[in-house]
């Protein structure tokens, strides 16, 4: 998912770097607010994460295949602090390992760090106290699925101005159905450490609630 330099037109890395700039500003604002314990845990977060990305099956007609940690990181610190970090984790990816591309890490953040942290959030939280790990693992599975789709339409949209080889009708179904099936790799995961936590340090879960 992390989409190189090349594959994008220059208007859709403008406006998805816009897109997550703005939400980045209120990002800072808000996670100001956040408590000193999920403060404490962003870098902690940020490292598990880049581990578990840095396993990544290629794909036909997209990018690349692998986990994204986006509502972990939601639910255990809340999506303001989630969101730096999925920050974290892309630049470094990016800058040191070229993992992702300079001129798409807009499009990147957008969608690991905005598109699944949000989407995780909102999943998890819609579900009542006893239901959590259920919701976990729906959180897990729909933010990486609406993430690679996300993914699938910016590809899609440079297909159109001539700078991606393929169209929507290859890059949706490709990006979003294969993350569909690993959300429930990525569901499971979520919803397991969710349960453990809980169960062992419940202080930490309490840090995502905003």
């Given amino acids: 998912m992390h989409i190189p330099d090349g594959y994008l037109d220059p208007a859709t890395c403008a406006a998805t770097y816009l897109i997550t700039l703005a939400v980045g500003v209120i990002a800072f604002r808000r996670a100001r607010l956040a408590g000193d314990e999920a403060k404490l ?16 099956w290629p794909l ?5 295949l692998h986990l994204v940690g986006g509502a972990l990181a939601a639910i255990l610190v809340g999506p303001w602090l989630g969101y730096f970090v999925m920050l974290l984790v892309l630049l470094v990816q990016a800058l040191v390992f070229h993992d992702g591309g300079i001129t798409t890490l807009g499009a990147n953040v957008l969608n690991m760090g905005i598109v699944a942290v949000f989407t995780g959030y909102l999943v998890y939280r819609a579900f009542p106290e006893r239901w959590r790990v259920a919701g ?3 959180a897990g599975w729909l933010s990486i699925t609406l993430a690679g789709l996300a993914c699938g339409v910016e590809l899609g949209l440079s ?8 169209g929507f009708s290859v890059t949706i179904p490709v990006m979003g159905g294969w993350h569909a099936l690993l959300g429930l790799i990525e569901g499971a995961i979520t919803a397991a450490v969710y349960a453990y936590l809980r169960a062992r340090a419940p202080a930490l879960v309490a840090g995502g609630k905003v």
């Fill in 41 to 56: 845990l962003v870098p902690v977060l940020a490292a598990a994460i880049f581990v578990a990305q840095m396993l990544n």
């Fill in 136 to 138: 976990a693992f729906l």
């Fill in 60 to 64: 036909p007609g997209g990018t690349s």
């Fill in 159 to 166: 297909s159109l101005a001539g700078q991606f080889l393929y």
